[in-house]
């Protein structure tokens, strides 16, 4: 019996001297960095999902080229933990934009072109009037957002004014990378990978993601299937669970990589709503914990002050505004939203400010700026209690002024 693999390996350790900075071709990444009067090359990465057998598998896990192999997990979204229908009347900018500091911010995200990897989006919607939108569709569902999730998201990373009211951060981010990786019965971790080697592919110098690996649902999953005990279908899934955190601390490191030379840029993605303060916390989720992402946390107001949202999880990279956040609807309007699905796209939309504001000092985007400026911009001065820096990270994310 085959099943679905992921598999990030090394083709080529002494890589030709090509002349240019990369080699296009499907799933491979050729690389070069100029040092004085010499070139320092890096070897070829090819990143591939295929129907392996177990002999499959394990041959290219012993192949010493292996960066990463990972079976199938199942995705899901990181679900808002309440909504309703926002009143579009109420002119002005919302709460979130304003925490950020969006709308005093010079900088609108032109020139930038930002990745969102979620539920497809809206096209209709006049959020992205005007926008170019390059869509790929990993489901077995219609192209069109049929949930509402990933049309809220791309709303408040670049969505134009809705009858007044300001929702998207970057709104000058014209060219947008739409993957629908999530469908109503979710998705699967190759999906995912395969979206975000298409961003890279696509020139995305942000990539947005609010969703997470379904352990207990793949838990459940191998129980009903298989006809396994608890115990025995919790070490299996344990198992596939590590594999993908170390498939996608490789993806984000050639995420990262390719963003030094201008090509990418960075990954952020929602830390997940698992915790309930004050009973309980939990770490960050993967994708979002895996090494070279940036996990985003939730805030919400309270008062003059801002705390931190009882169900975000804890060691977050950042934060961002998270709770009572209005964005686009799916099929026409606004909604409020609650969630660190809602936080990540604050981060993205301030990320591509950042980007802009880099890309005119230095002529270029280099990833390891554009992240240590993202996270220097943290602030925990709204913070009446400012919190334990293990729920906050680096605090809330400003944009450039």
Known sequence: MKKKYSVIQVINRMAPEFGGISRSAFGVMG???ESSNSFETTPDIEISTSELSSTEQEDIRRDPDTLAIAEAMPLTLIEPVDSADADASASGNTWGIEAVGADTSGFDGSGVKVAVLDTGIDPNHSAFAGMLLTRKNFTQEVDDDIHGHGTHCAGTIFGRDVDGTRIGVARGVDHAIIGKVLGSGGGSSTDIVSAIEWAMEEGANVISMSLGIDFPGYVKFLM??????????TSIALEGYRANINLFNSLASLVNAKGNFGKSGIIVAASGNE???PQYEVAVAPPASA???????????????????PFSNT?????????GVVSAKAGGGLRSLSGTSMATPHVAGVAALWAQMISAQFGSLDASILEARLIASGDHSRFATQGELVDLGNGLVQAPQ
Do not use: C, F, W, Y
């Open 291 to 309: 090494t070279g992402i940036l996990a985003v946390g939730a805030v919400g107001e309270e008062g003059a002050n801002l705390k931190v949202a």
């Open 275 to 277: 915790s309930n303060r």
């Open 315 to 323: 060691k977050p990279n950042i934060v961002g505004p998270g709770v």
């Open 31 to 33: 690389m070069m960095r």
């Open 224 to 233: 009903d299937a298989h006809g396994l005990e608890t115990e025995p279908a």
